[in-house]
């Protein structure tokens, strides 16, 4: 009886909440445009503790993958510079859970990258490692304040999961975002997809000192670039099998890379640059969590809260999320232009009936006589 009693005054509460927010739905909505910064930020929270909380797990034990990336490109450039092979650099870190063994992290950047790298190798490795954190750090700050955003969307958990990493990735969102068109181009030896947004950002000149660039590292480094041409189909088949376990990308899946390219190529129709900023995520092989930082430009909460979730990378969920956002976009377009149609076809309406001295065809507040029209002053 007395669960019953609390089923009933359940139901009453739950229906008399319902009444409230039909007769009250405005207030309501207020209300709820007020508190949705607060769920957002909580909703960034709770998935970016889901995704770094491994490196508290037995603890301290996890504390080497604390800006491993930063590391593994700082032994790539210095194997190099001691005239070793770049590409034989990695990194090992302890299981999940400790066993004794490690996991090895292999170095599969292009030869900018390496390049890139090699005026810090003079500092010891811990000072680095340690420095290029808070340089990661510094530019997810950057990054937050230059696209307008308040502070905690420093815990967008993408971006959360590159800092903790130390990629250089967001070091390169950076740069890319900065209005110096003599530094943007250095976001490309960094990371070579950050050539992508700088096409769809319509970013010339920068991309033609990039060439420049590009073109004299080749000629200079001949012999780099010979040896990595030479071992790509190796690194490639590393990165999307045994390095990152096919990614988050639609690039684990033909069918789903073809869907999703086809969403993004319509999406390009209407908005070139949110399609630029959300192929790499979306498309690039062997991509983890922090590539969605580059939807962070787009400035869209929804969007970035689906991307918050950190799921699987076989479930394939962010170029599900970018597919919806590729629909969402054209129908609101769609809705837009069909809006746009019906009232350029009442304005020629009109415009024939003044023509016409066609009364009735006016609207009635048009037929009054003491009525200026706006449009003949």
Known sequence: MIWLALLLL???LWVLGLCWAIVEWRRLLAFGRRAAPFALAAWFAYWAWRAIAGVFWDWPVHLDTVGIDGRLYYRAAQTWLAGGDPWTAYTATNTWPPSGQYIHEM??????????????VWIPETLFVVGWLAVTVAAAVYTIRRLGLPI??????????????????VVALALLLCGSDRVRWLAAPM?????????????WRSLVILGAA????????????SHYFA??????????GAGTHGGYSAARDPRLFVLTAAALAALALVDRRASGWLAVPA??????LFYSTFAL???SPWLTAALALSLPKAAAAIPWVIIAYAVIRLGRWEVDLIKTKRQVTADLRVDRAVAANDDIALPAVWRDPKFIDPRGL
């Open 10 to 12: 359940a139901s009453v």
């Open 283 to 288: 498309l690039w092989p062997g991509t983890e």
């Open 107 to 120: 170095f599969v950047g292009p030869p900018p990258t390496v390049l890139a790298f090699v005026p810090f």
């Open 191 to 203: 990371k070579a997809y950050a050539m992508i947004p700088m096409v769809a950002e319509r970013q």
């Open 214 to 225: 590009g073109l004299a590292s080749v000629l200079l480094f001949w012999p780099l670039w």
């Open 231 to 240: 071992i790509a189909g190796t690194l490639q088949s590393w990165l999307i």
């Open 152 to 169: 905690w969307w420093l815990l967008f958990p993408p971006m959360v999961t590159g800092i903790v990493s130390g990629n250089p990735h």
């Open 297 to 299: 430009p787009l400035r």
